[in-house]
């Protein structure tokens, strides 16, 4: 893991009409490290994703990523940047087939290296080669989790958002999520995983953040935050 900041976002202000929804945000991912961002519905933390990746305008602040400034960055130069987001609902095209998603993952980025990436999506979701030519709105849940994450990486990312992927899955499935978190972090992909499931995120993450009314309220190491039975009971609730 290396010291230098890969993404970099400074005194970042943003929201919708006349409402702030975030105030100052300061956070940095590192190059091959996993950064969790923990908050409860309403934090913000999807209006912090969608800025950084350029779906939303900041307001005031700096969102800088492997040293260019992307404040301000169409989010098709945030994609061929390496800077890739698996949303909230998995947003996968239904009408379309497995094949169909993962090759729409490569359209901005890495279009080259298309097939080699199919290859390494089918080899770490087994399910989705079974599936390759059904169409995607006819997986299951946890399937289409697998698939939106299997897209993303199509791009070959340098950093990948993951933003509520445990959302909705059992808890099997849960736990295959959280494997796959710590297996791409090890293998030197640098992730940020926006999430409520407090738990099972600080197990695979080297820091965490904590987002609370559009502010960081909790910034360091794992051991820190579950180590202090204030910081557990006032944004945690453990």
């Not at 290396?2 to 929201?15: I, N, Q, T, Y």
């Not at 300061?26 to 908050?39: F, P």
């Not at 849940?141 to 070959?156: D, F, T, V």
């Amino acid at each position: 893991m290396s010291d230098s900041a890969l993404l970099e976002v400074r005194g970042l202000h943003a929201g919708y009409g006349a409402v702030e929804v975030l105030r100052g945000i300061d956070l940095t991912v590192r190059e091959g490290e996993a950064v969790a961002l923990l908050g409860s519905n309403g934090a913000g933390k999807s209006t912090l994703n969608n800025v950084m990746c350029g779906l939303y305008r900041a307001w005031a602040g700096y969102v800088g990523f492997d040293g260019a400034d992307l404040t301000h960055a169409h989010y098709r130069d945030v994609v061929k940047a390496g800077l890739i987001q698996v949303p909230e609902g998995r947003r996968i095209f239904p009408n379309l087939t497995v094949l169909e998603n993962l090759e729409l993952g490569a359209f901005t980025r890495a279009r080259d290296k298309r097939a080699e990436n199919i290859e390494k999506s089918f080899a770490l979701f087994p399910r989705l080669r079974e599936r390759a030519g059904q169409v995607a709105g006819t997986l299951s849940g946890g399937e289409q989790q697998m698939l939106a994450i299997g897209r993303g990486l199509m791009a070959q990312p340098r950093l990948l958002i993951l933003d509520e992927p445990s959302l909705g899955l059992s808890p099997l499935l849960v736990e295959e999520l959280f494997t796959l978190i710590r297996q791409l972090r090890d293998g030197g992909l640098s992730v940020l995983l926006v999430e409520q499931n407090v738990g099972q995120s600080l197990e695979v993450v080297d820091r965490a953040y904590v987002l609370e009314n559009g502010a960081i309220r909790f910034a360091g190491v794992p051991s820190q935050l579950l180590g202090s039975d204030e910081l557990r009971r006032a944004y945690l609730g453990l």
